[in-house]
């Protein structure tokens, strides 16, 4: 879902972001990087 969220932000700016699509880009990749970090502790 978030890899989602962030494919269609990045599709919606054209491949170029603006300072508020930025800071919704940083946003979803830190909690894309959260859930990453929650599945590998769980694997282990």
């Known amino acids: ?3 989602e969220q962030i494919r269609a ?3 919606r700016a054209g491949g170029t972001l603006s ?3 930025r ?4 946003l979803l990749v830190v ?3 959260a859930a ?3 599945e590998i502790i769980e694997a282990a």
């Open 19 to 21: 300072a508020q699509e």
């Open 9 to 11: 932000l990045w599709l």
């Open 1 to 3: 879902m978030l890899n």
């Open 23 to 26: 800071e919704e880009y940083e």
């Open 31 to 33: 909690k894309w990087a």
């Open 36 to 38: 990453i970090r929650g």
